[in-house]
């Protein structure tokens, strides 16, 4: 096969950097990893052809530093940047900087990533296409009397989301009218600080719900595939922690529903790449909540029931070449399940621990994929995510891959900082889990309970 480029730069670190840079290897591409002073002794550095330091560590004067990002791939002759996931990836203005320093972003055109950033917006599009939506705000609720009105009519629970917001901050359930105006003034206050933008929706709240995803992939040729759904309601302060495909325990019908959904609102919106369509689960059957514009942390358990490299079609669809599958060639196998080991402290509210790995060894062993970037004397730098290695365990059934993946979880050593792998086994021995008959709320209702350190 032809190269579709001959250098990428990944604007990126950690492990997407270096699952990015793998793919383009096995595509015969030249690679640029860039990083900061923090990250200079990374798994990703090590594994690029070529590596430009790009500012000190806090992110926002490194990975998040567009100018500093451009001059990099300008200097190494690459001819197109791939975002990973976080700091730019759905950055509209660094695509169009990109594109006027002569790169191919890899991902989404930003004349379709801006209005699907914005969570007000998105949903009104995809509304106005046709797909499902929760009683609440048709835009932002810019005024105390604005919300008071959404809240009036779509009733409580409710919850406030910043219209900027992702990876599962700037939102908070209001449960009373009491608490209305008081939890609105506060979101709008952290959207500001954590986003740079303080607008704010409202939308009918779901106690017992679950979050089910579809991945999508589309060309510039017109051609729409979904590769299934994943299921990602095991979460800590909104934010996943297990993810699995196919959804288990669905009520007949609603995967494909929801698939069809997912493909007729990327047709509307023009969108190109890979994208995932973000769904909430819930008695009456299934709504939509919001896109994302990138490669997702939990897409590796798509590639593994499906087959598909899904970094190489972005990287071809970035190219202007087509899919290089049809609908019909989609043919997931089995069950895939993903599970996050973070450099957390589950008794400390999952806090952030930094430090210096002792030792790391991955689990091993057939059906089992690990995507990480650490290893044994690596320093986790304080500044970034906590997530230390992702573990996929496969298997023909989902208690088999769920006790593949148990047994990975045994496996794995980690000393010198706290992990959430002893959470992670606590809910794959869950009887609700295990019955798949569990929601968005499970942590917290297994928060009581006694977990085993990590």
């Known amino acids: 096969m032809t190269r579709p480029f001959d250098t990428v730069l990944v604007a990126n670190r950690g ?3 270096l699952r990015v840079i793998r793919t383009c290897r096995e595509m015969g591409i030249r690679t640029v990893a860039v990083h900061s002073t923090a990250d200079r002794d990374s798994a990703a550095v090590r594994a690029a052809d070529t590596a430009v330091q790009i500012g000190p560590g806090p992110s926002k004067r490194s990975y998040s530093f567009a100018p500093a ?32 320093g002569g790169l191919v972003f890899i991902g989404p055109r930003p004349e379709v990533m801006a209005p699907l950033g914005d969570k007000a917006t998105a949903r009104r599009m995809m509304s106005d296409a046709g797909l499902p939506v929760l009683p609440g705000s048709r835009r932002t609720a810019d005024s105390a009397a604005e919300v008071q009105e959404v809240a009036a009519n779509i009733g409580y629970p409710l919850i406030i989301k910043a219209a900027a917001g992702g990876g599962g901050r700037g939102m908070a359930v209001v ?5 209305l105006m008081p939890t609105y003034r506060a979101t709008r206050s ?11 929706y409202l939308e009918r709240f779901c106690d ?31 934010q996943k922690l297990v993810e699995e495909s196919p959804a288990p325990n669905l009520p ?31 008695e009456g059957g299934f709504a939509f909540m919001e896109i994302n514009c990138r490669i997702q942390v939990e897409h590796p358990v798509t590639e593994m029931v499906t087959g598909i490299d899904l970094v190489r079609e972005q990287i071809r669809v970035a190219a202007g070449l087509p899919l290089s599958v049809r ?20 008794a400390r509210g ?6 210096v790995l002792a030792e790391f060894e991955p689990p091993g062993g057939p059906f089992v994929r690990v995507d990480t970037h650490a290893f044994t004397g690596w320093r986790i730098p304080a500044e970034y995510d906590s997530l230390l290695a992702k573990v996929i365990a496969w298997g023909a059934d989902r208690d088999q891959a769920l006790d593949r993946m148990d047994r990975a979880l045994h496996e794995i050593r980690v000393r010198g900082v706290r992990t959430t792998t002893g959470v992670l086994r606590d809910v794959l021995a869950d009887e609700v889990f295990r019955a798949a008959e569990h929601t968005t709320t499970l942590l917290d209702e297994l928060s009581g309970t006694d977990r085993r350190a990590g």
Not at 71 to 99: K, M
């Open 327 to 346: 609908q019909e060639d989609v043919r997931p196998s089995g069950v895939a399940v993903e599970c996050r080991v973070n450099a957390e402290d589950p």
């Open 175 to 179: 449960r009373q009218p009491r608490d």
């Open 69 to 100: 990002i451009v001059e990099a791939a300008l200097a190494t002759g690459a001819q197109a940047v791939h975002p990973g996931y976080g700091f730019l990836s759905e950055d509209p203005d660094f695509a169009e900087i990109c594109a006027a």
């Open 208 to 238: 017992r719900a679950r979050h089910v995803e579809v991945q999508i992939l589309a060309d510039e040729h017109g051609n729409v595939v979904h590769l299934g759904e994943r299921d990602c309601s095991v979460q800590r302060r909104h």
């Open 350 to 355: 999952f806090a952030p621990c930094p430090g």
């Open 252 to 282: 007949a019908g609603l995967a494909d529903e929801m698939a069809a959904a997912a493909v007729l609102g990327a047709r509307a919106v023009g969108y190109t790449g890979a994208g995932t369509f973000e769904f909430l689960v819930h």
């Open 190 to 200: 952290a959207a500001q600080a954590v986003f740079g933008d303080g607008r704010v």
């Open 15 to 17: 492990e997407i950097a």
